[in-house]
């Protein structure tokens, strides 16, 4: 539980202050910009974010209980993401968002 703490209080400020994330998700290392941080309709912890690096730049929703690891990154992005949608109805609950 306290890891799992410490993962929402990662996400949370980089959103807030708008910090890229690296991560490993699926083995791989990826470079990533948070956009909202909330509940899916299964109740599972998730991440929606602009991936800039790993397996190519788009759109990833990334749930937490599969992250291996993640830190926040010095270097900041300037704003939404193209295609960015605070509503995302992917959302059932939304704890932070951009």
Not at 17 to 40: C, M, N, Q, T
Not at 44 to 63: I, K
Request: cysteine-free.
């Amino acid at each position: 539980m306290p890891q799992r703490r410490q993962t929402l209080k990662t996400i949370e400020s980089a959103i807030a202050g708008r910090f890229r994330l690296a991560l490993v998700y699926k083995d791989v290392i990826r470079v990533a910009e948070p956009h909202i941080l909330g509940f899916d309709s299964h109740g599972n912890l998730a991440l929606s974010a602009w991936q800039v690096a790993g397996t190519g730049a788009g759109w990833r929703l990334f749930h937490l209980d599969r992250i291996q690891a993640l830190v926040a990154r010095d270097d900041r992005f300037a704003g939404a993401a193209t295609g960015y949608n605070p509503q995302d109805p992917t959302f059932a609950t939304v704890l932070r968002r951009l």
